[in-house]
């Protein structure tokens, strides 16, 4: 090779390593693991429990024992163990499970960045591949969220391997060599042991990926060949993949895609999508940082952007190819985790178990890698520094200020050597993370958590002594049958001795016996579609040692080619490479720098009591000598100071504790009546901050806070007040205030807008219109604890003229009146005559039936009349909705019952 060649290589290796270097430096500061999520101590359990396996002499084990308190689950019978395997086989040679985690990234952070470089390379420049891989390991969600903050190791792992995955089915198309075919395979393989949720995404990107050379290249022998190396590799896996789907049917996997894990629950707003995160780099702030969000980071934007735009110049094909095709899918994934993407997510079936649509960011970063380096190579080769320059710079300086993790300020590095049983039993209890998961989803199916909680009494039953995860001892005293103190599961087996059934509360029942006297072992023999997906397994290698040793013989016979793509030229300006290196070398010696010096990258140093730049409002300060005092230094409102029902109002606060405060308090942001003294919106929700018994008094402290709208509050307005409250619920005193509240502004609540795009829709329709301009939509009518819960949906059209009352009326089968409900619209807050025109209300109220009224069918008659005169307005039914009016009243039947059916909000019922 000559020297030149070897000089240009080197650098490029330099550069990748270096900037894989200052990714992962943070994770070797100190001893332990930075994060703040019980993810990375959930994982580290886990690791924990796979390493104590292994000392036993099982490298596989598909049973957890100490899971639900010794009750056990087949945690790795579902769930990837990649990652787990990986940190205990360093572990079992004499690593610390935070250092053995630690080397895990490392390598993957390396290995990462150097395939997404040379599966670019084949098509893109050197500086647009180098500029690819920064963008794709610089990505601000997995690296800022997953790896430093919340502990998602074996997600991240997934998608340190997907651009592994892409280089190697790359290479395969390119070209039918041996090493390229088992390169492909292996990937392949492991990256459905890296992962499960990652794994089905990366399906469909590699399947869109091949598609994508199908369309470009036209190589039909190539995509043969990449096809039967992925069928290769998931003949290889079914040991995995197939008992973890099949089996489904014997967990509670349902409570994985329900209640908080419902997808509807997280989506993403597009301002957190595309905002940048605060950033307060100053010495006086005890939490300079804010937590990273989901957001995609704006070096990928511009990439997209970029992209998308040199497509439409671009002279070759290729570019305009892979430029536009980068350029949607990055789009297309983006779309998916906004709200209105939710049709797609429940019209797809199994797509819910991604749980999480912000998972789909890092996906979406690959179409954004592709983009980008066609905007790179969209420019002449003597300017090509500019883009590489922009997008190499923008990648690294946007997450540099969160590769100080410590900033965060809300927990130091947890260190963590080993983990015993008993270790990793407190931990189940104390973070209720039953099972060693967030939700039920390794619980076997018919088992009582209660138990595991120690909400109910165990029944007596036998203990069992393990030898290891898959093999058990229970000594039953001479009984034929018994309770043994063990979840079923069918991939248990006493073999002949006895037989195994289910129990109560989900334990196992040995029945039948044979010599009782003798102990009795139970072993783990695997459920039907395991033993299915061993011999899949077998098959799927022996299919891997076919291929190989085709293209070995292949390759004798000089019949091995490049059949593919033609890498693209090395780059004229060979020094932009060696300059690309030296600025990742600048940048990890600058953060080591500032880490010796002053601590982080600070910008400002405020005296006591003072924030850098402009807030709101003038200091106070709440509490009194039981409680402590806390000062509000001042505070900023991040969203539209006239927003609608339903949006969410973003506010930031400075706090400062005057003293060393005995607990965390609790900061509420409502929308509030001083007249009527009722809050409207109290749905509060705040970033995740240190909790304020750790604030240093000399410091001030950040807290972002969300105040989510109900969609049916009324569009008038209000007071926007804060307090603190203890953690005992005790409100803080506020000097001037009864109510413990401060006054920060006014803020109006603007109308919702009525139409196509209508926010929210009455559950039952009922149109009719008045003679004032005022035209029903329709309304809901909810069971609720203390009565009904009743809408009614008003459309004002032009605008109305008068102010009307609605009267609601409780009538029984005789027509006789039964209860009445009359008041004027939302509450009274604004009479009907200022409603504003083209505008959608809605007016909620709560029908408290009396407590002696008789079960059976009424009727509620609704209807409007004037206050002043007592004149009714007629309303008119539309042409199909005569069933639901009579006599100019609207018609809700209505049926009572002896009692309650549900405790919580059940659903319409007014049909």
């Given at each position: 090779?000559a ?13 990748t ?7 992962v430096s943070?994770?070797?500061d ?28 099982v490298?596989w084990?598909r ?39 630690k ?13 997404t ?23 601000p ?9 919340f ?15 892409l280089?190697?089915?790359?290479a ?9 075919w088992?390169?492909?395979?292996s ?30 290249y036209?190589r039909?022998d190539?995509?043969l ?10 003949a ?11 089996d489904l049917?014997l967990?509670?996997i ?7 894990f ?7 707003s597009?301002r ?25 980071g704006?070096?990928?934007?511009l ?7 040199s497509?439409?110049?671009?002279a070759?094909?290729?570019l ?17 985790t906004l709200?209105?993407s ?6 797809v ?9 912000f ?7 690959l179409g ?11 420019w002449p ?12 710079f923008?990648s ?9 993790p410590?900033l965060?300020s ?9 983990l ?11 973070y209720?993370?039953?099972?060693f ?26 203990k ?29 087996s006493?073999?002949?001795r ?15 016996l044979?010599?009782p ?7 783990w ?19 891997a ?11 004798r ?23 690309m ?9 600058v ?11 600070f ?6 009591g ?28 991040l969203?539209?100071?006239n927003p ?10 400075f ?6 405060m ?7 942001v409502?929308l ?5 003294q ?39 307005t209000?007071?926007l007040v ?5 953690s ?14 401060i ?8 109308p919702?807008r ?15 219109g ?19 819960d009743f ?11 008068r102010d009307w009352?609605t ?6 089968a005789?027509g ?30 709560k029908?408290e ?7 059976g ?15 009714r ?11 639901h ?15 309650v ?5 059940c659903?319409?019922?007014g049909?």
């Open positions: 090779m020297p030149t060649r070897l000089r240009h290589k080197l650098s490029i290796g330099c550069f390593l270096l900037l894989a270097a200052l990714l943070p994770l070797w100190e001893q332990g693991l930075p994060g703040i999520h019980n993810d990375m101590l959930l994982h580290m359990h886990r690791a924990a429990a796979m390493a104590r396996a292994f000392e036993q002499g490298f084990p049973w957890f024992p100490i899971a639900y308190q010794g009750l056990g689950a087949p945690v790795f019978h579902h769930y990837s163990p990649g990652f787990h395997w990986l940190v205990a086989a360093i572990h079992s040679v004499g690593f610390r499970l935070d250092e053995s985690v080397l895990v990234f490392t390598a993957a952070f390396a290995l990462s960045g150097i395939c470089y040379a599966w670019l390379r084949r098509t893109f420049s050197v500086q647009a591949s180098l500029v690819g891989a920064a963008l794709y390991l610089g990505q969600k997995f690296l800022l969220r997953g790896i430093y903050y502990g998602d190791y074996p997600q991240m792992l997934g998608v340190l391997v997907l651009p592994v995955c280089w190697a089915i790359d395969l198309h390119a070209r039918g060599s041996p090493w390229s088992l390169f492909a395979v990937s392949l393989t492991a990256l459905v042991f890296s992962h499960n949720l990652t794994t089905m995404m990366g399906a469909f990107v590699l399947l869109i990926y091949w598609l994508m050379l199908a369309v470009l036209r039909p190539s995509l060949r990449c096809a039967l190396a992925a069928f290769a590799a998931a290889l896996s079914a040991v995995f993949w197939l008992p973890a789907i099949a049917s967990v509670q349902e409570d994985a895609r329900s209640g908080y419902s997808i509807d629950n997280h989506f993403l597009l957190e999508l595309i905002h940048l995160p605060p950033v307060f780099l100053d010495s006086s702030a005890g939490n300079p940082l804010t937590l990273p969000s989901s957001t995609f704006w070096p990928q934007i990439a997209v952007a970029a992209g998308l735009l497509a439409l110049f671009a070759r094909r290729e305009r190819v892979w430029g536009f095709l980068g350029g949607l899918f990055a789009l297309a994934m983006l779309t998916l709200p209105v939710e049709p797609v997510w429940h019209a079936p199994g797509l819910d178990f991604v749980q999480f649509p998972r789909l960011v890092p996906v979406a970063t954004a890698v592709a983009a980008g380096a066609v905007a790179t190579d969209s080769e003597r300017r090509r520094w500019v883009p590489t320059l922009v997008l190499l923008g690294i300086l946007i997450i540099f200020p969160y590769l100080f410590r965060i809300i927990a130091r590095s947890t260190r963590v050597e080993t015993s049983v008993e270790e990793s039993l407190e931990y189940e209890r104390t209720g993370l039953w099972g998961a967030a939700s039920k989803e390794f619980l076997v199916k018919g088992a009582d958590l209660g138990y595991a909680k120690g909400m109910e009494i165990e029944p007596e039953a036998v069992l002594a393990w030898h290891s995860p898959h093999r058990a001892v229970a000594d039953l005293s001479g009984q034929a049958e018994a309770l043994l103190r063990l979840h079923y599961h069918p991939g248990w006493a073999e002949e006895a037989s195994l059934t289910p129990g109560p509360g989900g334990w196992t029942v040995v029945k039948e044979q010599t006297e003798k102990p009795l072992v139970i072993v023999k695997g459920t039907v579609w395991e033993r299915r997906g061993k011999l899949l397994s077998i098959f799927g290698l022996l299919a040692l076919v291929g190989l040793l085709f293209f070995v013989m292949r390759g016979k000089g019949e091995s080619r490049d059949w593919g793509i033609k890498r693209a030229g090395e780059p004229s300006a060979s020094q932009l490479v060696p300059l290196a030296g600025f990742a070398l600048t940048f990890l010696i953060r080591y720098l500032l880490i010796w010096t002053v601590g982080g990258p910008l400002w140093h405020s005296p006591p003072e924030v850098p730049f402009g807030v709101e409002g003038q200091p106070e300060t709440l509490g009194d000598a039981k409680t402590g005092k806390m000062t509000l230094i001042g505070w900023k409102l969203s539209s100071s609608r029902p339903g949006d969410t109002v973003h506010v930031r606060f706090w400062q504790a005057q003293e060393q005995d607990g965390d308090v609790r900061t509420l409502h509030y009546t001083p007249s009527l009722q809050s409207w919106a109290t749905e509060n929700k705040g970033a995740i901050r240190p909790p304020a018994s750790v604030w240093d008094p000399a410091n001030y402290y950040i807290e972002t806070m969300q105040l989510t709208l109900p969609t049916d509050i009324p569009p008038v209000y007071s804060t307090g603190l409250s203890s005992s619920g005790e409100r803080f005193h506020v000097p001037g205030s009864l109510d413990g509240l006054h920060l502004r006014e803020m109006s609540v603007a919702l009525p139409g196509r795009f209508q926010r929210v829709r009455p559950s039952t329709p009922a149109s009719g008045t003679a004032d301009g005022l035209q029903l939509q329709g309304y809901d009518l909810f069971d609720a604890p203390a009565g009904y809408r009614l949906f008003w459309e004002t059209g032009p605008g109305v003229a009352i009267y609601i009326h409780l009538t029984d005789r006789e009146l039964a209860a009445q409900f009359d008041g004027p619209a939302l509450a009274g807050l604004e009479p009907t005559s200022l409603w504003r025109p083209n505008s959608l209300y809605i007016d909620s109220r029908l039936l009396p407590v002696d009224l008789a079960p069918s009424y009727l509620l008659r609704v209807g409007l009349y004037s206050l002043e005169s007592g004149e307005l007629p309303l008119q039914p539309g042409e199909s909705e005569h069933d009016f009579e006599d100019g009243q609207l018609l809700v039947p209505i049926n009572v019952q002896t009692e059916a549900c405790p919580m909000q659903g319409p019922i049909r």
